[in-house]
Every structure is written in C-alpha cells, then in structure tokens.
C-alpha cells in the first residue's frame, strides 16, 4: 500500500472499443493491482461510448449520455490510460474520445500515466509516444513510468491470469507509484 493515496479515484481508460480486446484486459489486470492496494479506481472501457457520440453535430452539441463520461475524467485524481496499437497507431476511437472530452479542462494538470500491450515486438511503443504528445500538449502531468507489453496474444491464459510475472511487477510498480504521484499533485 502507498503512504499516499488519491482522495478521489484513479480512472483507468481501456482504449479501444473492439469487443474482447487484449487492451480491457490489460486493463482489468491494473485494476486488480490498484484494489490489491487499496488505492481508489474506476475502469472506463471505450465499448461503453454512447452511440450517437459518433455522428458529426457531437462536435457542436455533445450527447447527453456523455455527461457523465466527462464527470468521470473531470473527477478523476488521474487517468491511467492503456492504450492498444492498431497499425502503428493508437485507435481512432481513442481520438474521438480524447477530442469529445471539456478543453482545457479535462487535461490540464491532470495527471496522466500510460501502459502500452500490441501483438508486436514493441509494446505499442510508438502509440504511447504519439499519445503522450497529445497530452503534454493539453498541459497533463506524464507519469515517467511507463510499461509496454508486446506480443500481449500469448500473455495471458484462459482463465485470464497475466503470464508474464516480470511485466506484471512493472505494471504493480507502476499502479502504486502513480497513485503516489496523483497525490502530491
């Protein structure tokens, strides 16, 4: 357990909306090293974006199924962001959501950690780093802390337990850490 916790939660983000993606369970693994300590969190899964957030006049008037998507990330202490890599990007759908969300004030001084998972080599290295800039250029604190897990298809078994225990170090290190870093911002 961290000395410091966040008084109010942590949002973890799964970032894509592909039903059954390795991404949400990545990110119902840093769930469980956030409840294991006992730091306060929520889960957001890009899957639970509201259909007519997708048509164009969302632009001009947001729908209003998405107050309470934009509550979430106003409230949150940070965002934990795991984010997929999709033909050496970040999904587009991940875009619309960042795109959507209240300027300034759903980044600015918010603290903001990333986990990269692809079925390469790198860990969805180059997302993080293209999503990161987005971020920095909203005015978000950037967790230094990163993890990336390639080849994230053979990580998991089938009972949904994450394999790869020096990875899952890292990503409790990371959870725990971030925490403490939400709290002295």
């Known amino acids: 357990m961290p000395a410091i916790t966040p008084a ?21 693994w840093i769930s469980r090293h956030y409840a294991e300590a006992g730091i306060p969190h929520e889960l957001f899964s890009l899957l639970d974006l509201p259909q007519s957030l ?17 509550r979430r990330v106003l409230e949150a202490a940070g ?5 997929p890599e999709y033909n050496g990007g970040f999904p ?19 603290c903001v950690a990333f986990t990269g998972e692809s079925d390469g080599m790198w860990g969805a290295f180059r ?5 990161q800039m987005i971020f920095g250029y909203r005015n978000a604190y950037v967790f230094p802390h990163r993890v990336f897990i390639p080849h994230v298809q053979s990580q998991f078994d089938e009972a949904g337990n994450f394999l ?3 990875t899952d170090v890292l990503l409790k290190s990371q959870a725990v850490n971030f925490a403490g870093f939400t709290s002295k911002l």
């Open 127 to 131: 997302p993080v780093e293209q999503i």
């Open 164 to 166: 790869n225990h020096q």
């Open 79 to 83: 965002l934990h962001m795991v984010v």
């Open 8 to 28: 109010t939660p942590i949002l973890i983000v799964s970032g894509t909306n592909r039903p059954g993606s390795y991404c949400l369970r990545v990110a119902r």
């Open 92 to 110: 587009g759908v991940l875009k619309l959501f960042i795109d959507h969300l209240k300027f300034p004030d759903s980044f600015e001084h918010k």
């Open 54 to 70: 997708f048509l164009p006049e969302s632009y001009a008037r947001k729908p209003p199924e998405f107050a309470a998507i934009q």
